[in-house]
């Protein structure tokens, strides 16, 4: 099984309202990582946080990570329809730094 | 400044074929890495090379292989294609001296029929 898991598998919200994505693991990580898909695309980077950071802030994106529930959440704020996408949540292991350990992805739809 | 490159972005094999895909690493990128998508789901972690080495594996047989020129650029080649092996193949560069950020091209899509 995956490394991470994003919950919900779908969202779907009207454009101006927040979305918040979950994620959750299941060994100690290095890092965690969000990554944006654009329908069948490549994948983009969002945002790292490191396991000794709790929140961290880029433009309307907020992620926060709470090693002791292996956990972690992306938040959007005023979304758009340009966001519309799947997002996927990224672990590099305390044990390897070299490989991205991706889930299984959320699908935000963004209705304008 | 180019991004990752990839080619081909779409390709139609038969079982039994064999494909090789490459890759442009990002400028001033050392590493690259390939992820395989199935279809609704996330990447799943092929290998990753690194001055010329491949320098960690994941779960995949040895029908995967991959090389890296001297240029950092990249193959992935794949034998013995299998219906299964039908997917989004995604290259990722990065530097090695990054905890894991990755530059992602477009991805090769892979039709085996």
């Known amino acids: 099984s995956q490394q991470g898991e994003e919950d919900p598998q779908a969202l779907s919200i009207q454009e101006g309202e927040n979305a918040t994505m979950n994620c959750s693991y299941k060994t100690s990580i290095n890092n965690l990582q969000w990554y944006r898909q654009n329908s069948g695309r490549g994948l983009v980077h969002l945002i790292l946080?490191?396991?000794?950071?709790r929140e961290k802030h880029s433009g309307r994106l907020r992620v926060t990570l709470d090693t002791s529930k292996k956990s972690s959440s992306l938040l959007i704020t005023a979304s758009r329809a340009a966001d519309t996408a799947s997002y996927f949540c990224a672990t590099v292991l305390m044990d390897s730094s070299y490989k991205l350990i991706f889930g299984s992805g959320t699908r935000l739809l963004v209705r304008p | 400044d180019a991004g990752v490159t990839q080619s081909p972005t779409h390709l139609i094999k038969t079982r039994g074929q064999q494909v090789t895909l490459r890759c442009s690493p990002k400028?001033?990128?050392?590493?690259v890495s390939w992820y395989q998508q199935a279809l609704g789901q996330g990447p799943q972690f092929i290998f990753q090379y690194y001055e010329e080495e491949e320098r960690q594996r994941g779960n995949f047989p040895d029908r995967f292989s991959g090389h890296q020129f001297p240029n950092y650029s990249s193959e992935l080649n794949v034998n013995a294609l299998l219906l299964g092996d039908s997917a989004l193949y995604l290259c990722a560069s990065s530097l090695v001296a990054n905890a894991g950020e990755l530059f992602f091209g477009e991805g090769s899509r892979l039709t085996v029929l």
């Open positions: 946080i490191r396991s000794n950071e």
């Open positions: 400028s001033g990128h050392d590493t």
